[in-house]
């Protein structure tokens, strides 16, 4: 839910006079004291004068009723609406405020315009009510502000209709106990609009409307602007992704492919209006496809995030890409950075001098993208060919933020390790080395020791959690470093997840603090370690997820006893008979059955069985009894599952 800021609150019950729209209802007001004004109460029947309105604070107090409080408050009380619909209708200054009618214990008539035709088609209606999120757009600094803080230009919001729902759509309709509201909001649910609960689908999101050629809605995307304690940010219309967004982009012959529609955004405002987006990272549709063949695209892009999730897609995307003929490339952001994180960095860094904008700095960035086919790539457009070196200043700043490996490794003059550092080793590269000592990992950087325990437990890609331990030997002796038992090194240890920003920073600082190093020396040899740590555990899950293919020798007098049983124009008979010696008699049917589906895992299509029945009737003797009869190096037995875990 979008809430309503505590400024715009105080502005109304400021400026809108409650005098003069107590007056408006019909209420005499006359002077009591030398401050307030009384009339009859309209919330009960009395003789003498108890409802008192305050001008001076713009209050007022029933008192045969022990109600008041605000302007907003009053025209709840007197027109039974809800606090957010009497609020809209002080923002926007209603004429119904100011008709005299009596008070209404609740409202079920819109007191504000309908901003959609009731008997209008799908696609009228959608373009209704996205005109409507763009008036409420202009209408809300808080999404203003955050569109704004996501680079996102006044001529893109114009450009692509950006929008943002507020709420208020639903105080514009009729209640659902009327046959209109009801009818409406059937409406606006099955095109997506509105839930089964009655809600706004998009509440609190800035809206993107994705349109074909002709101008039809094929897709929504809506941002949410605030934080969620769902942890859900990107909402979609129900169903299938349908559309392309800036369906322009294909007029180029290159095009930029992007894992989000902001971060298309952000090469479209820069400049390069020829970006198109996936709906995240299992977002590449058959009409992306589609598209790319009918415009023959020559080559694309892949300017998806830098995390392991856009790696993969980027390596799936660019092999179906590929076997159209379509030339590949992939943008290098520095770790955990994307398009538009890099953008905006890009910007703060400008404006305090000394590093290219966005503007520039992105199209150099295209200029240095990662081949991804093989043979030699065709010469792109001219901007391959601009700006040759203004990438590198803002990607090594961003990757010393980020940890990176792509910063320099040169410690700070100034800094305690100046003088045994590499800049007076007069050393270069990145000085690495990598090996594996029993369950740990040890990698040198130079003259610095990262043990590595506890990799082996992280079991997906979201989480890399370790055990992490720093050596930093003193300075040679006798021309020999020290060994990591010797009494002069200096150690840190501690656990922490790497995709943790705060576990990194308070590692950097205490390390820091406890060997002499530079935090800024740390930091980037913690982008290294990353880096490193990230290809070895991707390696290890990949090789665990392929399946494992053990030879199983089999005697020759099982061989052939097991083609007699296959041979045997009994073997039905024989299956039963073997199940009733285990145990398991009647059910002969129940028993082939499932005794056939396992077997059946040998086919190309094999099949698949759901045991019902009702509560101990004998569905897990049955289930184990036919795995029993399964070679135990082909059984795969769970207890419980999640519908993730088939993905």
């Known amino acids: 839910m979008a809430r309503i800021p505590e400024e715009e609150l105080e502005r109304i019950k400021r400026e809108v006079d409650l005098a003069a729209l107590v007056r408006s209802r019909g209420i005499e007001l006359k002077a009591h004291g030398s401050k307030d004004l009384a009339g009859l109460s309209p919330f009960s029947e009395e003789k003498t004068p108890s409802f008192i309105v305050s001008p001076g604070k713009n209050l007022w107090h029933c008192m045969s009723s022990g109600q008041g409080g605000s302007v907003i408050d009053f025209v709840m009380k007197y027109d039974g609406v809800s606090f957010r619909e009497a609020v809209e209708l002080l923002r926007v200054k209603s004429p119904s405020l100011y008709k005299s009618s009596g008070p209404v214990k609740k409202a079920t008539v819109p007191k504000l315009p309908p901003p959609v035709a009731y008997d209008a088609d799908d696609q009228t209606l959608f373009g209704q009510v996205l005109d409507y999120y763009r008036e409420q757009l202009r209408a809300t600094p808080a999404a203003l502000d955050y569109l704004h803080s996501r680079g996102v230009t006044a001529e893109a919001i114009e450009t692509f209709g950006i ?89 180029s012959p290159e095009v930029i492919l992007t894992e989000s529609v902001i971060d298309a955004l952000t090469f479209w405002v820069n400049g390069l209006r020829h970006a198109t987006c996936i709906w995240g990272t299992e977002g590449f549709t058959e009409d992306l496809l589609e598209a790319f063949k009918k415009h023959r695209t020559a080559k694309v892009y892949l300017a998806y995030d830098n995390d392991p999730a856009g790696n993969r897609a980027a390596e799936r995307d660019a092999s179906r890409l590929g076997s159209l003929g379509i030339e590949c490339y992939r943008l290098k952001w520095p770790p955990g950075i994307d398009a538009n994180e890099y953008a905006l960095a890009a910007a703060r860094q400008s404006r305090q001098g000394g590093i290219t904008p966005a503007a520039e700095s992105l199209p150099a960035l295209l200029n240095g993208a990662e081949w991804l086919g093989s043979g030699t790539p065709q010469k792109s457009e001219d901007y391959r060919n601009e700006i040759a070196d203004t990438y590198s200043s803002l990607a090594a700043k961003l990757a010393a933020d980020a940890g990176s490996a792509d910063a320099p490794d040169e410690p700070d003059p100034a800094g305690p390790v100046d003088a045994q550092g590499e800049a ?27 043990r590595i325990r506890g990799l082996e437990k992280n079991t997906s890609f979201e989480v890399l959690k370790v055990n992490l331990r720093l050596l930093y030997p003193a300075p040679t002796v006798n021309g ?61 899950i990949r090789e665990e997820m392929e399946p494992k293919k053990q030879a199983v020798a089999i005697a020759e007098e099982d061989r052939a006893a097991a083609l007699e049983l296959l041979r045997s124009p009994d073997l039905l008979e024989r299956i039963v008979a073997d199940f009733e010696a285990c ?38 003797s049955l289930m184990e009894a036919v795995l029993e009869l399964m070679h135990e190096e082909e059984r795969v037995k769970y207890s419980a599952m999640t519908v993730q875990s088939l993905y």
């Open 163 to 251: 929008g943002f729902a507020d709420r208020t759509l639903g105080l514009r309709l009729p209640h659902k106990n009327r046959r209109d509201g009801q009818e409406i909001r059937a409406r606006l649910q099955r095109i997506g609009i509105y839930r089964e609960s009655g809600h706004e689908h998009f509440n609190g999101c800035a809206v993107f409307p994705v349109r074909d050629a002709e101008g039809n809605v094929t897709e929504i995307y809506g941002r949410r602007i605030g934080p969620q304690k769902s942890g859900i940010y990107h909402l979609y219309l129900p169903g299938p992704h349908r559309g392309l967004f800036n369906e322009r982009a294909f007029q």
């Open 424 to 450: 007076a080793k007069g050393k270069k590269g990145d000085g690495m080395e990598v090996g594996a000592k029993g369950e740990d990992w040890l990698i040198r950087v130079h003259d610095r020791e990262y």
């Open 480 to 540: 020999q470093p020290p060994t990591a038992n010797s009494s002069d090194a200096r150690y840190y240890l501690d656990t922490l997840d790497f995709y943790r920003a705060k576990e990194r920073e308070r590692f950097i600082a205490a390390a820091a603090a406890e060997t002499t190093l530079t935090p800024d020396l740390v930091k980037r040899d913690l982008g290294k370690v990353l880096l490193k740590l990230e290809e070895l555990q991707e390696k290890r």
């Open 583 to 620: 145990g398991i008699v009647g059910e002969a049917t129940n028993k082939l059955t499932g005794y056939l589906a396992a077997v059946s895992r040998k086919l190309d299509k094999p099949l698949a069985v759901i045991i019902q029945s009702t509560s101990a009737a004998g569905k897990t």
